[in-house]
């Protein structure tokens, strides 16, 4: 849709359907433990970033668009399924953070199907990178891989820590806002 090429692909081929469908159905009639659960979804999340990150990588070349708006739609359509879903479900969108690596993945792959796109063997990078995104947020997720969160901006000096004071003075409570 943001490249403005057509049809979306999900209202044109009716397989889109068909898997939604299958998927629903074998939900509702496979009874797992919510361990389980937490561990497939998990490995389906992965691959499922590993999908998109491809097709919107995909499509943004074959609309004639170069290499980084490749990455850059293939990053969104990758991570925008993914907070779409999480946001329905009630959840905080895992692009949010605190998971394991989850838009890297997506820029990652992205990345390897635009390369691979540009070597002139795009089925290699189909399959190469839904295996890296398997194997790079699986392992974020096992060890605990996350990118740095914000600078700490608390003054360290005391001339920092006075020109703060002046600046947010404490309420009467003695608590700063």
């Not at 561990?39 to 995909?58: K, Q």
């Not at 609309?63 to 907070?83: E, H, I, Q």
């Not at 690596?101 to 795009?122: E, N």
Request: proline fraction near 5%.
């Amino acid at each position: 849709m943001l490249l403005q090429h057509g049809t979306p692909v999900a209202l044109t081929d009716y397989a889109y359907l068909s898997t939604a469908v299958a998927g629903s159905v074998m939900v509702f009639l496979i009874k797992l433990s919510e361990q389980s659960w937490n561990r497939l979804f998990t490995a389906l999340d992965a691959a499922v970033i590993g999908f998109w990150a491809v097709a919107g990588a995909n499509k943004t070349l074959a609309a004639g668009l170069g290499w980084l708006p490749a990455v850059l739609l293939g990053t969104v359509t990758a991570v925008g399924g993914g907070a779409l879903r999480d946001v329905i479900l009630g959840r905080v969108p895992a692009v949010f953070g605190g998971n394991g690596l989850y838009a890297t993945v997506a820029v990652a792959v992205a990345g390897v199907m635009v390369v691979c796109s540009y070597l002139g063997v795009p089925q290699v990078g189909i399959g190469l990178g839904i295996a890296l995104a398997l194997v790079f947020r699986l392992t974020a997720v096992h060890y605990g891989w996350n990118l740095p969160t914000g600078l700490d901006w608390r003054p360290r000096s005391k001339v920092a820590s006075t020109v703060r004071r002046h600046i947010n003075p404490p309420t009467r409570n003695g608590e700063e806002e």
